[in-house]
């Protein structure tokens, strides 16, 4: 393919071990420049420390990255812009006007990862590709709603996403049940599926048996409600059944704001609960089972891949392996009911033999589905696709 200008707008930095999508972020990145493409990229940091980090790492990329600190937010226009554009807050005046000189000196591309982005790249359009993580309306469906604020706010951002959405003529999603609703949402728009990346020479596969005790992991943000909804279900309906079939387990829960969502379950016995973890792996390292089960949450999730990366068996809903061709039994312990999860688990860590089977399998199965170079190759694809509408 011919090298383009791409100009690259990401929330967060790309860092192979930053927050769940800067894994993708990372991948992307030195996929473009791999490829031989001009990659101009605009990235938002959520504090200094990051952007420090983020500087250290890209030293040596081949591309232009330029850090953008997330603006203060104080005041009443602070609280207007939030109601004209939900979470694009992320993305400083600075930023905005340097994609936009960008663009204007012709770039061919406007790269826009994660809906929010769509804000930035509004004028735009015609040269954008938004790139879709996730849908706020399937995600928060089954959330309770906690207050009139709380129920005002879901319908300013709910709005808001099928604004954007319906925007942009050319979007990417993670999963095919995405691609599915976004294409209802935005009938005129052209929508097509690109799978999570994955570099796994940062995911070594070590050989290794079950500890002793046994652990059961739930690793994840619980500042999002797909994982904080998984953690109860786990503590309050599976955990004390896995625990009464196989009393010496263990349970972590591991991430952002895990003891502060979760504070109520803090001092239950053979219960550990990690928050803001400074490094994720050890913990990966300590699961034999990893134990993920939402209530809802839409496109492929991360930590769910990089257990199996890991090679920790995966029990999870029919939502935890969305975007995976997993099956039950072979790749992952595959059901959407407390008795099938729970029966999954226990054989897990009884049955050393099925144990190191599915490990391997789940490992092989991301090392297919998760393809860089599939991924970047596709979004290839879709960049010629705008190149042609615009020439």
Not at 67 to 96: A, D, H, N
Not at 128 to 142: G, P, T, V
């Amino acid at each position: 393919m011919t090298a383009l200008d791409v100009a690259l707008v990401l929330p967060n930095p790309p860092l192979p071990f930053g927050n769940a999508a800067a894994r993708w972020y990372s991948v992307l990145l030195d996929g473009l420049v791999a490829r031989g493409h001009r990659v101009h990229a605009f990235v938002a940091c959520e504090t200094s420390a990051e952007r420090d980090q983020t500087e250290a790492a890209l030293r040596d990329v081949d591309a232009e990255v330029r850090l953008y600190p997330y603006p203060s937010r104080t005041g009443l226009g602070s609280k207007m812009r939030t109601l004209r554009e939900p979470y694009g807050y992320v993305f400083s005046p600075e930023l905005r006007s340097d994609v936009k000189q960008r663009m204007a000196a012709g770039c061919d591309v406007l790269h826009l990862e994660q809906l929010w982005a769509g804000w930035v790249g509004w004028d735009h359009a015609e040269r954008a590709l938004l790139h879709i993580h996730y849908l706020f309306e399937i995600d928060l469906a089954q959330a309770p709603v906690l207050s009139t604020k709380d129920r005002m706010l879901r319908g300013v951002t709910g709005r808001a996403e099928q604004r954007l959405l319906r925007h942009y003529p050319t979007i990417t999603t993670l999963t095919g049940r995405l691609t599915d609703r976004v294409q209802q949402l935005a009938p005129r728009a052209e929508v097509s599926t690109v799978p999570l990346g994955l570099n796994l020479a940062h995911y070594p596969y070590t050989e290794r048996g079950p500890h002793d005790p046994p652990t059961v992991s739930l690793i994840g943000s619980f500042d999002w409600y797909p994982t904080v909804s998984g953690a109860v279900r786990l503590l309050e309906r599976l955990w004390p059944e896995i625990k009464r079939r196989v009393p010496e387990a263990r349970l972590q829960l591991v991430g952002r704001q895990a003891r502060a969502q979760l504070s109520e379950y803090v001092d239950l016995p053979d219960v550990e609960i990690h928050e803001d973890v400074p490094e994720i792996l050890p913990y990966f390292a300590a699961a034999d089972v990893l134990l993920y089960a939402p209530a809802r949450g839409s496109g492929m999730k991360v930590k769910v891949l990089e257990a199996m990366a890991l090679g920790v068996p995966v029990v999870t809903t029919s939502e935890g392996v969305e975007g995976l061709p997993a099956k039950d039994g072979v790749d992952a312990g595959v059901a959407d009911d407390d008795d099938g999860l729970i029966e999954r688990t226990v054989r897990l860590l009884r049955d050393r033999a099925e144990w190191e089977r599915v490990r391997s399998a789940g490992r092989r199965l991301v090392e297919t589905a998760c393809d860089p170079d599939l991924s970047v190759g596709l979004m290839e694809q879709r960049y010629a696709e705008i190149v042609s509408r615009s020439a």
